[in-house]
């Protein structure tokens, strides 16, 4: 048998959900999810009204939706404070002594929050943020890493009605300072440094670079996480404040009380702004707004998960990305869920870490991404065969296709071929789950992410927008609002119409293309526009162009990906040098560093070429298709009519990398 027919056979296999897992799961047959999907857009005011009382409202909604696109209000005249869905809801059940955050730390220490102390310090952290002059909104910026304060200062953040704006402690000086300067936030809540690796990525120093240029910036608070004799910092006097300090100071009465019982907003304020690449050199601050959103990743944590109140549920993401926001914070704690989170590196200090904490804390549901499935497939079985993973009972993945070997992997070595495992497909700009297999209620087929969420009509479609035949690829698109969707991008509404909802008549874009197979499932191949998703991380090559281009030794600079066995995809970089200027590792390094500096560590390119020139089109149109070819090693078999020398490509292919 063909290696191509043998892999289309795995493909196709089956894996349905055992029954004693479906005998207890909340939707329990495909019969259930089809008529609840079908509910859900047909009568959608019903459908919300029903799943939503759980949430605290102070002034119910009145219409579901209203809109005239790409403009869409949802739960038209609620007004509601997010975090009282979050938290105090839960302060009147048995969920007040519930944990509601285990952590723990990468050195080794752990802290378990319940929703009473949780609520607590948030209530104070809301105060503070009062008394240092924040509103309701206001910006707020967190440049923070994996620690509970993260979550607290999300929370007070909408408690006030500020619209946070996370940026990944991941992220350069320059990345923080533009994203800042981009939303006008107010404030800035940092701490002294982080733990990566046994390393300290020391997020306050990084934060004064950046405020040398970022005057919108009055206020700085400052976590204390590392301690002074690893990490000293320098207090600005009148700016920096510390973390500490705040929480034990009393705060003012009338902030005291105001976070107490805080005011409720428009169901259409917004709650945050978080940056994502696209595919021009500037990121996007897609804007996400309250009720819409908490409604979506509320019906989604307590579906897709299959929640239940013992379950301890991991997400390993970083809360500098949607899967934090969603699946850390506002999701679970929405449904009143027990959250692991965890600050460090998963091979640190060994390859068993992840499965240390599952074991140690009891981790029932697992969500993380295949970059980190192939990263341990690639460790060894050894690491996870040591510990007792026998609490798990559902496992997710998210942020990339799966391939169906890492899917397997993750099935028989982790999930014991006993727990189910959902793919979950969304974006930064869905703000929940769009496609997946409800995990009682449907077999799953390794590779493919599923069928439609609750409140999603999606299709696959050619350019025009005409629906695609079974298994014909095609574009991804969703052809009705839906309540988590973004609403805009930061300041530029022109920018939001035209990448999301003017590429393809009445439908919003995702930006994927995709096919659906005979029995309605989903394969999601992945961008078909120039954002390359690079070990999870949302890569824009306009964004590193433009990076290396701002190095005072290159003239020209193009970005493609290749597929890689770890990451997805590598960063591959071809370069042109201005006159003069010299090739050689020297630059090779400088300019590694350089993107370091300009975006973070993350982005570095996997391969650095220097080329005399690069491959264009008449009309000038760099031909990245070609270099893709290129970068790949693979034979250049597209159409190259168009290429105005082919000289350029021969060079490319017999240059040394
Ligand atoms: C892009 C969105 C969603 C949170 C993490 C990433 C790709 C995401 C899957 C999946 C295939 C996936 C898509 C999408 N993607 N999940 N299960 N199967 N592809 O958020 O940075 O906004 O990236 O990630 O290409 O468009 P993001």
């Not at 048998?1 to 909340?26: G, H, N, Q, T, V």
């Not at 839906?482 to 930006?511: C, H, N, Q």
């Not at 990076?547 to 997805?568: T, Y």
């Not at 009309?619 to 350029?648: N, P, Q, Y």
Request: charged fraction near 25%.
């Amino acid at each position: 048998m063909s290696d191509r027919i043998e892999s289309r056979l795995k493909e196709d296999r089956r894996f349905p959900p055992s029954k004693s897992f479906s005998d207890r799961a909340r939707v329990a047959s495909h019969a259930a999810y089809e008529s609840m999907h079908r509910q859900s857009l047909e009568e959608p005011d019903v459908f919300w009204r029903e799943h939503t009382t759980e949430l605290v409202w102070r002034e119910p909604w009145t219409k579901f939706s209203e809109w005239s696109l790409p403009t869409a209000r949802f739960f038209v005249g609620a007004r509601l404070n997010i975090t009282e869905s979050c938290l105090d809801r839960h302060l009147a059940t048995p969920h007040r002594t519930k944990a509601a955050l285990i952590w723990e730390g990468e050195p080794g220490d752990t802290r378990t929050l319940t929703y009473f102390e949780l609520h607590r310090h948030v209530v104070r952290m809301a105060a503070a943020l009062t008394d240092l002059g924040v509103k309701a909104g206001d910006r707020v910026a967190i440049y923070m890493g994996m620690v509970p304060e993260a979550v607290v200062a999300m929370l007070a953040c909408a408690r006030l009605g500020a619209p946070h704006s996370v940026i990944f402690g991941g992220f350069s000086s320059d990345a923080l300072r533009d994203r800042i300067n981009d939303c006008g936030a107010k404030v800035l809540l940092t701490q002294d440094g982080s733990w990566r690796r046994g390393n300290i990525v020391p997020l306050k120093k990084m934060a004064d670079a950046a405020l040398e240029q970022a005057p919108t910036i009055e206020k700085v608070v400052v976590l204390k996480r590392i301690g002074h004799d690893r990490e000293p910092v320098v207090m600005k006097e009148g700016r920096d404040v510390w973390w500490e300090d705040l929480m034990e100071r009393p705060a003012s009465p009338t902030s005291v009380a105001h976070a107490r019982k805080p005011d409720a907003f428009d169901a259409e304020h917004p709650l945050f702004v978080l940056y994502t690449s696209g595919s021009t050199g500037k990121p996007k601050g897609v804007q996400h707004t309250t009720a819409g959103y908490l409604a979506g990743v509320h019906l989604s944590t307590k579906y897709v998960f299959d929640l239940r109140d013992d379950d301890v549920y991991w997400c390993t993401a970083d809360i500098g990305w949607v899967t934090g926001h969603s699946y850390i914070v506002y999701g679970p704690l929405s449904c009143g869920a027990t959250c692991m989170m965890y600050e460090g590196a998963p091979n640190f200090p060994d390859w068993s870490r992840f499965w240390q904490i599952i074991e140690r804390h009891g981790v029932s549901i697992l969500y993380t991404a295949p970059t980190a499935i192939r990263a341990f497939i690639r460790a060894g079985d050894e690491w996870p065969k040591k510990h007792d993973l026998s609490s798990l009972r559902l496992l997710g993945s998210v942020g990339e296709p799966i391939n169906p070997e890492a899917w397997m992997w993750y099935h028989r070595v982790i999930g014991a071929e006993r727990c189910p495992i959902v793919d979950t497909w969304w974006q930064t700009e869905t703000g929940a789950i769009m496609l997946t297999t409800l995990p009682g209620a449907a077999f799953t087929k390794p590779g493919s992410t599923g069928l439609p969420f609750f409140g999603v009509d999606i299709a696959v479609v050619k350019d025009r927008g005409e629906p695609c035949a079974p298994n014909e690829g095609g574009k991804l698109v969703v052809r009705r609002p839906w309540p988590s969707m973004a609403r805009t991008l930061w300041g530029d509404d022109e920018r939001y119409r035209k990448t999301y909802w003017d590429v393809i008549p009445d439908v919003y874009f995702t930006g994927d293309g995709s096919r659906r197979d005979e029995d309605g499932y989903f394969w999601v191949v992945g961008r078909i526009d120039d954002v390359l998703n690079v070990a999870g991380h949302r890569i824009g090559t306009a964004e590193i162009e433009s990076a290396l281009v701002s190095h005072p030794a290159v003239a020209e600079a193009a970005a493609v990906g290749r597929p890689d066995d770890l990451k997805g995809q590598a960063l591959c970089v071809f370069v042109t040098l201005k006159a003069g200027k010299k090739a050689g590792r020297d630059l090779k390094d400088a300019l590694a560093a350089h993107i370091d500096r300009e975006i973070g560590k993350f982005a570095r390119p996997d391969v650095i070429r220097f080329t005399d020139s690069l491959p264009k089109t008449r009309s000038g149109k760099i031909m990245r298709r070609l270099l893709k070819e290129v970068a790949s090693g693979g034979e250049t078999k597209g159409d190259t009519t168009t290429l105005e020398d082919f000289s350029v490509l021969a060079k490319l292919r017999t240059d040394e990398e």
